[in-house]
């Protein structure tokens, strides 16, 4: 079964150029992992600083080897002083009727 999940954080004023050239590299290669089918990265229109980044896995195995990537921990160390958050908010989601 697919592994499904919306990541979502606000960046801090003034960090937006930073963040967004972070997230660019890091999806670049999260695109690459065997498993992922989509990492998609989204701005809100009405307050671009609040990015929500839609991503799919083949399955369960895929995203935990894309936790397990050399490169997510020095991303998320990198992006945790620039976003209002602690750390960004995952929600897992599930196709309806399935």
């Known amino acids: 079964?697919?592994?499904?999940?919306?990541?979502?954080?606000?960046?801090r004023p003034g960090s937006e150029e930073h963040v967004a050239e972070l997230v660019k590299e890091y999806a670049a290669r999260v695109r690459e992992e065997p498993g992922n089918l989509a990492f998609e990265v989204f701005t809100k229109e009405s307050s671009p600083r609040a990015y929500w980044i839609?991503?799919?896995?083949?399955?369960e195995a895929a995203f935990q080897t894309h936790l397990a990537a050399p490169y997510g921990p020095?991303?998320?160390?990198?992006?945790?002083?620039l976003i209002e958050e602690k750390e960004s908010v995952l929600t897992f989601l599930r196709p309806l009727g399935r």
Do not use: G, I, W
């Open 1 to 11: 079964m697919k592994k499904t999940l919306l990541a979502e954080f606000t960046v």
């Open 54 to 59: 839609f991503e799919v896995y083949a399955h």
């Open 74 to 81: 020095p991303f998320n160390a990198a992006l945790q002083p």
